[in-house]
């Protein structure tokens, strides 16, 4: 089978299986994203970003059948290979060193997703290349405005302000069911004494446990009129903003894979809709996918990755290593600095 056909299934499973794997150093890998699919000259994947062993990486994945093909097409002395961060082979036949990993994963892992037929829609191009642009988008737009406003507001105004917004947009859709302004209130007071809320304005999360704890926040925290769903919702558009805004940039890395790995509680009917073929299992995906529904809808088929234009996703990643977004304003930098 013609190698190309391997690499699209490779995408597709990556795309919708977020589990850790062990690389051949015994290491633990978990590909974020895989990054864009490369039909020019250079590795078969580009701006792809992995976690190995907690630690987040930026760069291209090469595939091919065998290890020792690396050699063979002698990627060894070509400097377009530089920027390598993760090999990915049927067969490890020729062990070697480099500043790369190794990941071997069967035939029958991708099985499944092996396409021989050119499936011709809309949004299958763009397909997950955009929506995970669009979720790395949708989470820096949401930082970017939590970063304004904490500016002038205390970490707990801010959060509070910010969740308030959400809840007021998301019960404001005619889908939903309307609450009293009352007991919107109620809401927000009772997220406003959860352990979670607490433990953020006091500092006292820790972060090697942020993912639990976000985790124990949905499970086992009962809070009144605040169910699993509603839950995740608040976090993944008021907590997690925030979070990344006074987070170190390891708290990043551990706030970025959650992002990337967490399960969704429940679909969106107008994403189903738009997006058959394409999974909400993951939030990013879902994210993602609100994101460019909003865009293309709004802008009218034109082109909506105007956020992005100049920003590819190791950019946005530096950002979140940096602490400071590549498109704030000049007032907002100046504060910040």
Known sequence: MHELIWQNALKRYFEANNT????????????????????????????????????????????????????????????????????????????????????VVTKQMLSKYIRTEVVNTDYDTASYDDFQQFAMSRLLRRTSEVYSLLQTHSIEDALRSVTENFLTRYFTLRTRHRYQADELSQMLTNFSNSKLFKGICNGSYATKDLEKQFDDFIEKEKIKHL???????????????????????????????????????????????????????????????????????????????????????????????????????????SISE
């Not at 994203?33 to 760069?59: Q, T, W, Y």
């Not at 558009?237 to 979070?243: D, F, M, R, S």
């Open 227 to 333: 169910g699993s769903h509603l839950k995740q919702e608040i976090l993944t558009n008021a907590v997690l903003p925030l979070t990344f805004c006074i987070a170190t940039s390891l708290e990043k890395q551990h706030l970025l894979l959650w992002y990337w790995t967490a399960k969704t509680r429940a679909s969106y009917s107008v994403l189903y809709r738009n997006y058959p073929l394409i999974s909400q299992e993951y939030i990013w995906q879902q994210q993602g996918m609100l994101e460019y529904y909003k865009e293309y809808t709004n802008r009218q088929h034109s082109n909506p990755a105007d956020l992005l234009i100049n920003y590819s996703i190791p950019d946005i990643i530096s950002y979140y290593t940096l602490n400071k977004p590549p498109y704030f304003n000049e007032h907002l930098l």
């Open 20 to 103: 850790s794997l062990l690389t051949q150093s015994g290491k633990t890998v978990n590909i974020l994203s895989i990054g864009k699919h490369n039909h020019l000259g250079g590795p078969d994947f580009s701006s792809a970003c992995i976690v190995v062993d907690s630690e987040l990486r930026v760069g291209d994945i090469e595939f091919h059948k065998s290890s020792g093909l690396w050699f063979s097409h002698n990627h060894h002395t070509n400097p377009a290979y530089s920027n390598v961060i993760l090999h990915i082979v049927f067969e490890d036949d020729q062990l070697f060193d480099a500043n790369f990993e190794t990941l």
